[in-house]
């Protein structure tokens, strides 16, 4: 990865209101009615970090198969839910591979709190995974991708480290024609966000890199009111978030958000979702 873009990365994850941080605030709020040991369950409200919850996280992985025998690579794992969700689940034994030091480090103290054993947090950068090849049975990764700048490095990395038959599913963000030169530009800038493909784009680099079996579904519409959502329960907890990261941040973090959701409302800017075999 080129050093800009994981600069440009960490900068983007170092003041992001999805942190540990939060979800040790949300867990310590009186009125939970939780009893017993925390348990990865406790988590799910407050430690996934993309568009549609665990219904998202859920559908990749039947798509890509994954079962309690299953090797699962979480490519860029954020605080690991995801990777808990499909251990706690499906029994499967995951690996959570993440590039920032802190929501690396914040992921592991999280499977410590809940005691989710069959998860293991490694940070590493996923255009070079420090994995033998054919380690595992499926790669997932979502709404990450669009931080990476060569998409055919890692989805390379992804098929090296398949097994044969082994299957990818992830979603992303996708960008259509009208997608500016100067948005995708801001996004860059705000967003860390870098060399956005279009839904046919992706398919073609799928193909290139040896995958088969290549689907593609356009997740646009979904993500419409669920990005609208999201900015809307951003400014309703805007007291909290202006305790956790400062009035200037808060401010910085609505705007480009905004910006994000207006893109999206104006089908400029999308998802996603695509499934291939190795
Ligand atoms: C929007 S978050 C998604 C996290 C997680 N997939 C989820 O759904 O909760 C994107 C994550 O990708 C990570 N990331 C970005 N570039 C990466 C790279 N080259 N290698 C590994 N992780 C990366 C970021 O640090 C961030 O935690």
Redesign the pocket.
Known sequence: ?LQGT?AR?SKF?DHHPISEARVLAALARPGLGRSGPLTADDLFEF????YGGLAAVDILARRAGVGATSRVL??????G??ARFLASRRGSTVVA????AG?AAGAARLNRLVHATGVRVVR????ALPFEGGTFDACL????LL??ADKRVVLAECHRVLARGGRIAFSDWIAYPSLGERERARLWEWMAATTLQTLDRYCALLGRTGFTAVEAEDTSTEWRPIVRKRLELHRALRADGVARLGEQRYLEYDQLHAFFVRLVEDGKLGGGRFTATR
């Open positions: 990865m994981s990365v994850y430690d996934q970090d993309h979480d490519v860029c794992a954020g605080l839910g995801p591979l993440e590039l920032h929501r590493g950068d996923a255009t990764s979502q709404e990450a931080h990476v």
